[in-house]
């Protein structure tokens, strides 16, 4: 697998022009599936991305809804192809010992969409960008882009640090009609303008790591996402099955049950939530460690501008929601290919405005919102979806339907009327102790 900051040789050191239709700004499933659509559509498109792919990066679960925009990518196949474990379901457990039943996609839908991968973040993205620049996108890795060029308000470019082949820097201007922010979590342009609201309410961190030789279900039911709640709703842990034997497991709670001052390192923080989960401690017992520990904050927020004159945003640049439902990837994805397609539309009719670039941004938030109420209802500890659905069983459809990411759907957040007003406490706002 991938560790953290690979020691990896610079691959692909292209001729840059000094303009382009379309500078994207990151490389990651947003960025990458943007540049990919916006080359297909004619476009000269520059890709640029500070690091060197494969890069690590955690998120490895896919949800049945990404098959959609990998085909259109033309991925599909690579997939197929892969040694990614398949994913068939996700299952859920409750204060560390309650498993549900698994919930298989294809019970809902029969079509080969309900079998998604787990994968390795490092090669799946390498894939996604290598095929940008099949599509025609001019790709550069090890680029650092330092500021975003504004004339009147309106983006116009980009400053950038190229690596060149000798292993030195070149500075460079170059400009573009869109620039196109796919920075993640760094939300390049929306940090710069003071646009980030954070959730109060999903203020969380989280702890990682990875292990070898982890006890897996037979079958089926080998690649499945696990889902463990601790009791109280104080924390959850993933367990996401990877190929050559290896199983990412990370526990998310409130920044203050993870990381306040009193609760130690984040391998002893990690190691207390464990024994509150019996049911990972199980599948943990005969396997070891084969990482260090990571952790990150998983703060929820959304940029109050999603698009600007010659400017939009993509994937975390423009929101991120609570990973609990591996939403992370898809969202990335699908508004990749809902802004290539609004960017190809502003070029054609040469209206480079805020509202036509981001002409697709209401849709693609009301999905995020689908998704971050659904999130609130796993954390909010007076709520059971168990004894809602016992209640309601008309809006199990629903349920599903967000679960796989059809958030886009008419009507699927008639749910959330029937749940009424379901919010978790609020977390405090505490500084966190990061460990590395």
């Given at each position: 697998?991938?560790?953290?900051?690979?020691?990896?040789?610079?691959?692909?050191?292209?001729?840059?022009?000094?303009?382009?239709?379309?500078?994207?700004?990151?490389?990651?499933?947003?960025?990458?599936?943007?540049?990919?659509?916006?080359?297909?559509?004619?476009?000269?498109?520059?890709?640029?991305?500070?690091?060197?792919?494969?890069?690590?990066?955690?998120?490895?679960?896919?949800?049945?809804?990404?098959?959609?925009?990998?085909?259109?990518?033309?991925?599909?196949?690579?997939?197929?192809?892969?040694?990614?474990?398949?994913?068939?379901?996700?299952?859920?457990?409750?204060?560390?010992?309650?498993?549900?039943?698994?919930?298989?996609?294809?019970?809902?839908?029969?079509?080969?969409?309900?079998?998604?991968?787990?994968?390795?973040?490092?090669?799946?993205?390498?894939?996604?960008?290598?095929?940008?620049?099949?599509?025609?996108?001019?790709?550069?890795?090890?680029?650092?882009?330092?500021?975003?060029?504004?004339?009147?308000?309106?983006?116009?470019?980009?400053?950038?640090?190229?690596?060149?082949?000798?292993?030195?820097?070149?500075?460079?201007?170059?400009?573009?009609?869109?620039?196109?922010?796919?920075?993640?979590?760094?939300?390049?342009?929306?940090?710069?303008?003071?646009?980030?609201?954070?959730?109060?309410?999903?203020?969380?961190?989280?702890?990682?790591?990875?292990?070898?030789?982890?006890?897996?279900?037979?079958?089926?039911?080998?690649?499945?996402?696990?889902?463990?709640?601790?009791?109280?709703?104080?924390?959850?842990?993933?367990?996401?099955?990877?190929?050559?034997?290896?199983?990412?497991?990370?526990?998310?709670?409130?920044?203050?049950?993870?990381?306040?001052?009193?609760?130690?390192?984040?391998?002893?923080?990690?190691?207390?939530?464990?024994?509150?989960?019996?049911?990972?401690?199980?599948?943990?017992?005969?396997?070891?460690?084969?990482?260090?520990?990571?952790?990150?904050?998983?703060?929820?927020?959304?940029?109050?501008?999603?698009?600007?004159?010659?400017?939009?945003?993509?994937?975390?640049?423009?929101?991120?929601?609570?990973?609990?439902?591996?939403?992370?990837?898809?969202?990335?994805?699908?508004?990749?290919?809902?802004?290539?397609?609004?960017?190809?539309?502003?070029?054609?009719?040469?209206?480079?405005?805020?509202?036509?670039?981001?002409?697709?941004?209401?849709?693609?938030?009301?999905?995020?919102?689908?998704?971050?109420?659904?999130?609130?209802?796993?954390?909010?500890?007076?709520?059971?979806?168990?004894?809602?659905?016992?209640?309601?069983?008309?809006?199990?459809?629903?349920?599903?339907?967000?679960?796989?990411?059809?958030?886009?759907?008419?009507g699927v957040g008639d749910i959330f009327d029937a749940m009424g007003v379901v919010e978790p406490e609020l977390d405090e706002p505490l500084k966190p102790v990061m460990a590395s």
């Amino acid at each position: 697998m991938i560790q953290p900051n690979p020691e990896s040789p610079v691959n692909y050191l292209p001729e840059i022009d000094n303009s382009y239709d379309v500078i994207v700004v990151g490389g990651g499933p947003a960025g990458s599936s943007t540049a990919a659509l916006v080359a297909e559509h004619g476009h000269s498109t520059l890709l640029l991305e500070r690091a060197e792919l494969p890069r690590f990066h955690v998120g490895e679960s896919l949800i049945p809804e990404t098959y959609w925009p990998l085909k259109r990518l033309g991925l599909i196949d690579r997939l197929k192809e892969s040694a990614f474990p398949r994913k068939y379901s996700v299952q859920f457990v409750s204060e560390g010992v309650k498993e549900s039943a698994p919930f298989y996609f294809d019970m809902y839908n029969p079509h080969e969409s309900s079998v998604t991968w787990q994968v390795e973040r490092g090669k799946f993205d390498q894939m996604v960008m290598d095929r940008a620049r099949e599509l025609g996108a001019v790709v550069h890795t090890s680029a650092q882009v330092t500021d975003v060029i504004f004339e009147d308000d309106v983006a116009v470019g980009v400053k950038v640090r190229l690596l060149n082949e000798d292993g030195g820097r070149t500075e460079r201007e170059i400009r573009s009609k869109v620039v196109v922010d796919a920075t993640g979590q760094s939300a390049f342009i929306s940090n710069r303008r003071g646009q980030r609201d954070a959730d109060p309410r999903l203020k969380k961190g989280t702890i990682w790591t990875y292990w070898k030789g982890a006890h897996r279900d037979p079958g089926k039911d080998e690649g499945a996402t696990l889902i463990m709640q601790t009791p109280g709703k104080k924390s959850w842990f993933w367990y996401i099955p990877l190929q050559d034997d290896v199983v990412s497991v990370g526990c998310t709670g409130s920044m203050s049950h993870m990381f306040g001052k009193e609760n130690g390192d984040a391998e002893t923080v990690y190691t207390r939530e464990l024994d509150l989960c019996p049911a990972m401690t199980k599948r943990l017992a005969n396997a070891e460690r084969c990482t260090d520990y990571f952790t990150t904050k998983d703060f929820s927020y959304y940029s109050r501008e999603g698009a600007g004159n010659g400017w939009v945003l993509v994937g975390d640049s423009f929101g991120f929601i609570d990973p609990v439902y591996s939403s992370g990837v898809f969202l990335a994805l699908k508004g990749g290919e809902f802004a290539a397609d609004a960017i190809h539309d502003a070029l054609q009719r040469c209206d480079l405005t805020g509202p036509r670039l981001g002409q697709w941004q209401p849709l693609y938030k009301q999905g995020i919102e689908n998704f971050r109420k659904l999130v609130y209802a796993f954390y909010a500890e007076d709520f059971s979806f168990g004894a809602f659905l016992k209640e309601n069983p008309q809006y199990k459809s629903n349920m599903v339907d967000i679960l796989v990411g059809d958030v886009f759907k008419p009507g699927v957040g008639d749910i959330f009327d029937a749940m009424g007003v379901v919010e978790p406490e609020l977390d405090e706002p505490l500084k966190p102790v990061m460990a590395s």
